[in-house]
């Protein structure tokens, strides 16, 4: 494996125990990191025009108040709006993050050091 990738695997683990110090089990941590993963990925790609306006990585990370919350809508929203690919990707998506200050660490780590 060579550096990049290994530094990639070593900041997702990482981020595996954000999830599990905010009460996330091990079979749940990759299928919460999916969803921001790719809310990032389509923003460092400039392949956002498939998700609706509103419901994009800059729209949650600038949530300073009930980020929470509005993840939780944002996923729905998803399942629901946007490109056929989008719908089927986030289709029946839920979150079981329960703490603003877990989501906000795994926003902010992944804003700032994962891509």
């Known amino acids: 494996m060579n550096t990049v990738a290994h ?12 999830l599990k110090d905010g009460g996330i089990s091990f079979h749940q941590y990759m299928i919460e990191l999916t969803y921001l993963l790719f809310l990032k990925m389509a923003q460092e790609t400039r ?11 800059d729209d949650l990370e600038g949530r300073s ?9 944002l996923l729905g929203y998803l399942g629901s709006h946007g490109s056929t690919l989008v719908k089927e990707i986030v ?5 079981l993050i329960t703490k603003d200050s877990t989501l906000s660490t795994l926003v902010t780590e992944i804003d700032m050091k994962l891509l």
Request: glycine fraction near 2%; charge should be negative.
């Open 65 to 73: 108040e009930k980020q929470l919350e509005f993840y939780k809508v």
């Open 91 to 95: 289709a029946d998506a839920h979150s």
């Open 47 to 57: 392949t956002e025009s498939h998700l609706p306006e509103g419901y994009r990585w």
């Open 7 to 18: 530094d990639i695997v070593a900041k997702l683990w990482n981020l595996c125990n954000v």
